[in-house]
């Protein structure tokens, strides 16, 4: 959605706390101890509770929670290092993407920090519906 995220692989609880509370970020977690922190209970680190085991109804409890827009920036971070993409030419990509690829796409973006290269395949069609569904509801 174009949103900065971050995904915690620590295990302890502080850190993670105070990696929030140092970035400026939303927790969202199923840990019901973090949300009775004093941190979070007292409103200077905000935390979101979710609620539901279904992907969908996750989204849907963050985006209304926040107010999110999910025409904000779609596919503008990369989905692995969470930089910002940038443009890059067919044939700056040429050698980077399988021939089909190559053959059947104009439009690339690349990570800055990874590499990573995207471009508007079936995956980004099918993620695009997908954000269109919470757009509804």
């Not at 439009?107 to 980004?124: D, K, L, N, V």
Request: glycine share 4%; proline share 4%.
């Amino acid at each position: 959605m174009g949103y900065d995220a971050r995904f915690f692989h620590g295990t302890d609880d502080a850190d993670l706390v105070a990696t929030a509370l140092a970035e400026g970020r939303v927790i969202l977690t199923r840990d019901t101890q973090i949300m009775k922190r004093r941190v979070v209970t007292n409103g200077r680190l905000k935390a979101i509770l979710i609620q539901s085991d279904e992907p969908e109804q996750q989204m849907c409890q963050v985006i209304n929670t926040l107010n999110l827009d999910c025409r904000f920036r779609p596919f503008s971070l990369c989905l692995e290092c969470n930089q910002p993409l940038q443009e890059k030419s067919k044939q700056q990509v040429k050698d980077r993407v399988p021939p089909y690829v190559f053959q059947t796409q104009d439009q690339y973006m690349e990570c800055p920090a990874c590499h990573r290269i995207y471009w508007r395949g079936t995956h980004w069609q099918a993620m695009t519906q997908r954000l269109k569904k919470f757009m509804k509801g």
